[in-house]
C-alpha cells in the first residue's frame, strides 16, 4: 500500500509533456473539421494561424483554398468585410481548372453572394450564386445554388425567381 501511495506522489512530481504541436496539415484539418462543426470561430482562428506559415505562403492554391474556407467561417460570424477580402484573395489564388477545388470555390461564391445579399446589392448577389450555379455538378449543390438564385432575384420583375424555385424542388425531389 505505501508503495503504492509512493508511486503515485512521485508521478505527481513528474511533469507532464505536452501535446506536440499539429502538422500544419492535421491544423488545416482540425479548422476544417471547426468549420463543419459549426465552431466558426475556432475555424477563422486556426486558419488564421496557418495562414502566417511561410510554408502555406509558399504555395498559392493551399492559401487560396485556406482563405477561401476562413471566409466562410468569417461570413456566418458576420464579420462580412473580412470574409469578403478572404473570399476574393482565395478565390484569385485557386486556378479554375482545379477540379479537387471546385466545391471551395462554389461555396465562395455563394458566401461572397449572401455577403452581398445583406448589403442589399441584389445585382452582385445574382452574380455570385449564378457563378456557384455554373459550378455545381452535384443536384444538392445545383439546388443549393438555385435557392440562393431565388433569393437574390426575388425582387426582379417576372418570374425568375419562381422559376429558380420550381429547378431547385425539381432536384430536391418531393416534400412530403
Known amino acids: 500500500m505505501l508503495s503504492l501511495i509512493l508511486a503515485g506522489l512521485l508521478a505527481a512530481d513528474v511533469p507532464a509533456t505536452p501535446p506536440a ?33 511561410p510554408g502555406v505562403r509558399r504555395n498559392p492554391v493551399v492559401l487560396g483554398t485556406l482563405l477561401m474556407r476562413k471566409g466562410r ?34 461555396l465562395a461564391e455563394l458566401a461572397l453572394g449572401n455577403i452581398a445579399l445583406r448589403r442589399f446589392n441584389y445585382a452582385a448577389a445574382t ?14 449543390t445545383k439546388a443549393r445554388a438555385l435557392l440562393a438564385l431565388t433569393r437574390s432575384t426575388m425582387f426582379d420583375p417576372g418570374v425568375g425567381a419562381l422559376q429558380y424555385a420550381d429547378q431547385a424542388l425539381a432536384l430536391l425531389g418531393p416534400i412530403n
Open 127 to 140: 452574380e455570385h450564386h449564378r457563378t456557384a450555379l455554373a459550378l455545381a455538378d452535384e443536384p444538392s
Open 21 to 53: 504541436p499539429l502538422s500544419p496539415q492535421a491544423a488545416f484539418d482540425a479548422a476544417t473539421d471547426a468549420n463543419d462543426a459549426g465552431r466558426f470561430e475556432e475555424a477563422a482562428r486556426g486558419f488564421a494561424a496557418l495562414e502566417q506559415l
Open 73 to 106: 467561417a468569417l461570413v456566418v460570424l458576420d464579420r462580412n468585410d473580412e470574409a469578403e477580402a478572404a473570399l476574393r484573395a482565395g478565390l484569385k489564388l485557386v486556378p479554375l481548372d482545379k477540379v479537387d477545388l471546385r466545391n471551395d470555390r462554389l
